[in-house]
């Protein structure tokens, strides 16, 4: 069975930083490319960033450039978003999943920048 847990959400400041983890089970995590997707109010699920299975490239939305970071973990099976200078448009639900995405989704977990 799919499982994706995300968790690192929260309420913080214009510029702040957040770090979202994600933990997936029933998966094989090792061959897939994993990344992060947002789903803001009244907005599509958009993609945000990922990571080769390999560890070698990494992609990231225009909007989140410079301020976001994509980090894997094969061996405990965990993927991590680290999210600096945020801003009030990073304001959504943030998914992991392969990508591309398989069909079942995890809870996700809320970010909400406040200015």
């Known amino acids: 069975q799919v499982q994706l847990v995300e968790s690192g959400g929260g309420v913080v400041q214009a510029g702040g930083s957040l770090r979202l983890s994600c933990a997936a089970s029933?998966?094989?995590?090792?061959?897939?490319?994993m990344g992060w997707f947002r789903q803001a109010p009244g907005k599509e699920r958009e993609f945000v960033a990922q990571?080769?299975?390999?560890?070698?490239?990494?992609d990231y939305a225009d909007s989140v450039k410079g301020r976001f970071t994509i980090s894997r973990d094969n061996a405990r099976r965990t993927v991590t978003l680290q999210m600096n200078n945020l801003k009030s448009e990073d304001t959504a639900i943030y998914f992991c999943?392969?990508?591309?995405?398989?069909?079942?989704w995890g809870q996700g977990t809320q970010v909400t920048v406040v200015s």
């Open positions: 029933g998966i094989n995590f090792n061959i897939l490319h």
């Open positions: 990571m080769t299975y390999n560890y070698r490239y990494t």
């Open positions: 999943n392969s990508n591309p995405p398989m069909e079942s």
